[in-house]
């Protein structure tokens, strides 16, 4: 008898730092034969909506029609999440959070239901963001299996994996002392306090953020398969521990795999200014690129200091405020004409890919870590909150690709015009390009046709279907 095709289920996680990965995942499945059945909320499909409207060739209703087109099979549907289009959600982050993990459960488990009823010739397996609350129960519910994607390092999903041995240890909730040395965590060498994901640095940890991370982590021991965006050489020692514990695949980077590049998806939640021609008038390795991704709210202080320092360091930039400018200094914008570019977003991977982008001040999400890595840009980090102090410690501490904006606690312009000259030319400079070279090909060669993350991804997809069948 035939096998039944696979069907998966996929609900995005509603952020950018998790719908790219997110898309390409889905992608990558259904160019490997399986059926996808992909899921926005209605309020990231109004923003993608709004950012594509230009685009002529995709269909406004159907974001994966360019998929199809490319004979793919993947359908497309939405959730609400409960609030109206037009609500802040980053702005009343605690009350949307704690109605998702109240209320989105039951909507979730009546879309699955839904979807698995009308597609019976297929056999459905379900694949979540780690950071949902839900997926083990609904999977258990509707006896499929149940595919938990970690979006961020292994080092990160290993130290929340492992919270129980925090407290234990007496480390969560925190004791607050910076340099106590952790060093307990499976397939953990030793990390300081201060590195730890900023959740786990409060004393007090009843914050929505914690019941996220306490929910998800419940749910994803539950999970068959735990698929994770990093690179099997880049956290080796990490990954073995977690395979110890369940079955994990190092299967990134997602968004490089190349097998899918003629699809037209549309990823990105705001409009992109195009910035080839402003980046093709600057000389090679001449342009800073600086972006604190798509969640940081950036203060008026932080910005004068950055501007400031940009000014008295001299050098070229394109500089990514998702704010309104008016938070520049005063006169900032004539004293930078021709040497800078202000954009409110961009497409990232292309700028950076430019031969004149020679470095990237980072808030040091994990995407754009990964980007950094892929197009050979070294980095000054400036993380902000969640795992990027942990990301932070990857790419300065071990990996040494990068460098810290301000040693110090207070950001200060002198600082960062002295940061931004050590990473663009330089003894210093020179060293991270040489690191970053490496750690840039550990990234191509996994990439590679017969590469970890391509042999890691194939071990999945044969892992998946002894389960299923
Ligand atoms: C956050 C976390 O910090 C990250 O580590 C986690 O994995 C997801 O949530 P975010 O702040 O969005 O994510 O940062 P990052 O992971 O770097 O993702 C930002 C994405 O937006 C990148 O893929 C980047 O290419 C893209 N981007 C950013 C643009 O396309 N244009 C821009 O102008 C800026």
């Known amino acids: 008898m035939a096998e039944r095709k696979l069907h998966a289920i996929m609900i995005a996680f509603s952020f950018q730092g998790h719908i790219t990965p997110f898309i390409n995942l889905a992608l990558k499945l259904a160019s490997n034969g399986f059926t996808v059945t992909f899921v926005h909320t209605e309020f990231i499909h109004h923003m993608l909506s709004k950012a594509h409207h230009n685009i002529t060739h995709v269909d406004d209703e159907d974001f994966f029609s360019g998929a199809r087109q490319s ?88 130290i929340d ?29 030793s990390i300081k306090t201060k590195d730890l994901m900023s959740y786990l640095q409060d004393a007090h940890i009843t914050t929505v953020i914690h019941q996220i991370v306490f929910k998800a982590f419940d749910q994803v021991k539950h999970a068959d398969f735990i698929l994770i965006n990093t690179v099997n050489e ?6 073995l521990a977690l395979n110890k514990k369940q079955p994990s695949y190092a299967i990134g980077s997602i968004n490089f795999s190349t097998d899918f590049t003629k699809t037209v998806v549309p990823k990105s939640l705001w409009s ?30 932080l910005v004068d200091e950055i501007a400031n320092g940009l000014l008295l360091s001299e050098v070229n930039f394109v500089l990514v405020l998702r704010e309104n400018t008016d938070v520049l200094p005063d006169g900032f914008k004539n004293e ?39 197009c050979g840009v070294p980095m000054i980090c400036f993380p902000f909150y969640a795992d990027q102090p942990t990301n932070r410690k990857l790419v300065v501490d071990d990996w040494k690709i990068g460098i810290n904006l301000c040693d110090g606690s207070s950001i200060d312009r002198k600082e960062v015009a002295e940061k931004i000259k050590q990473l663009m030319s330089g003894e210093i400079s020179n060293g991270l390009r040489d690191e970053i070279k490496k750690i840039r090909t550990i990234l191509q060669n996994a990439l590679a046709e017969d590469g970890s993350t391509h042999r890691n991804f194939n071990q999945f997809l044969k892992d998946l279907r002894a389960k299923v069948h």
């Open 71 to 158: 004979g793919l099979d993947i359908r497309y549907m939405t959730i609400s999440d409960g609030f109206p289009l037009d609500y802040d959600r980053i702005l009343n982050f605690n009350e949307y959070w704690e109605a998702i993990l109240r209320d989105f459960p039951s909507r979730v488990h009546e879309l699955v239901g839904r979807i698995i009823q009308s597609n019976e010739s297929l056999v459905p397996f379900l694949v979540a963001d780690t950071f949902y609350s839900w997926p083990a129960s609904i999977a258990e519910e509707f006896n499929i299996l149940n595919v938990s994607f970690w979006t961020e390092p292994a080092l990160v999903f290993s």
């Open 161 to 189: 994996y492992h919270l129980d041995l925090l407290r234990e240890n007496g480390f969560f909730p925190s004791k607050g002392n910076q340099e106590d040395l952790i060093d307990f965590v499976p397939g953990v060498q």
């Open 234 to 239: 880049l956290e080796h020692e990490t990954l």
């Open 272 to 301: 992109e200014t195009d910035c080839t021609e402003w980046l093709n008038s600057k000389p090679a390795g001449s342009v800073l690129y600086i972006s604190f991704g798509s969640l940081a709210q950036i203060t008026k202080q």
């Open 336 to 374: 930078i004409r021709g040497r800078g570019l202000i954009v409110s977003w961009c497409n990232q991977n292309s700028v950076l890919s430019s031969p004149a982008i020679g470095g990237f001040l980072t808030h040091c999400g994990w995407n754009s870590i990964l980007e950094s890595i892929w």
